[in-house]
């Protein structure tokens, strides 16, 4: 069973970092991208992030290029994002997902609440 | 940026009646190398993560009812729930993946009365 476990949310004040990881299970996630996708309190889904297979590639849309960087470890079957210069827009909830063209496995979310 | 314009926003049937969501692109979503659209549906329910329905317009994915139905091309797509069920109370979103960035609607709210 796909299994797909974020953690590292929380409060962050403005300007400040946070950094998410999710822990992927049950299938062979060196063969996938993966991806980043939030949806902010009672809002629509905001695509983040996606990272090729070994890495090498990343993609973002301008909403967070240049303040996110999404990265991965193989070995340990683990995606990061790592947010920099919070705002209070970047509050929302954070799904980690499997991406193969579509998002075809979804994590629980991580909570991140960007306020002083 | 494609924008991807979803309507109704909301909606409330009864169980048993068919409901249709529609989903407009701004620019088309087929691709002529594959000969497809990259148009998926993804279905949330409260307090849960979305959860992929259906893919390249109208392919079910494994484990979903048949009652999900996917339809369209180009720039004009559907999500048809045939005889709906009280389960089946969640928010739909359409997705483009043709191009980057990855797009979503705005969501459509089904109710049940």
């Known amino acids: 069973e796909v299994q797909l476990v974020e953690s590292g949310g929380g409060l962050v004040q403005p300007g400040r970092s946070l950094k998410l990881s999710c822990a992927a299970s049950g299938f062979t996630f060196s063969n996938y991208y993966m991806a980043w996708v939030r949806q902010a309190p009672k809002k629509g889904l905001e695509w983040v992030a996606t990272?090729?297979?070994?890495?090498?590639?990343?993609y973002y849309p301008d909403s967070v290029k240049g303040r996110f960087t999404i990265s991965r470890d193989n070995a340990k079957s683990s995606l990061y994002l790592q947010m920099n210069s919070l705002k209070s827009e970047d509050t929302a909830t954070y799904y980690c997902?499997?991406?193969?063209?579509?998002?075809?496995?979804w994590g629980q979310g991580a909570s991140v609440t960007v306020s002083s | 940026d494609i924008v991807m314009t979803q309507s109704p926003s909301s909606l409330a049937v009864s169980a048993g009646e068919t409901v249709t969501i529609n989903c407009k692109s701004s620019?088309?979503?087929?691709?002529?190398?594959?000969?497809?659209?990259?148009l998926a549906w993804y279905q949330q329910k409260p307090g849960q993560s979305p959860k992929l329905l259906i893919y390249l317009a109208s392919t079910r994915e494994s484990g979903v009812p048949d009652r999900f139905i996917g339809s369209g091309s180009g720039t004009d797509f559907t999500l048809t729930i045939s005889s709906v069920q009280a389960e089946d109370l969640a928010n739909y979103y359409c997705q483009q993946y043709y191009d980057t960035p990855l797009t979503f609607g705005s969501g459509t709210k089904l109710e049940i009365k």
């Open positions: 997902a499997r991406h193969i063209d579509v998002m075809d496995a």
């Open positions: 990272i090729s297979t070994s890495g090498s590639r990343t």
């Open positions: 620019q088309s979503l087929f691709g002529s190398v594959r000969q497809k659209n990259y």
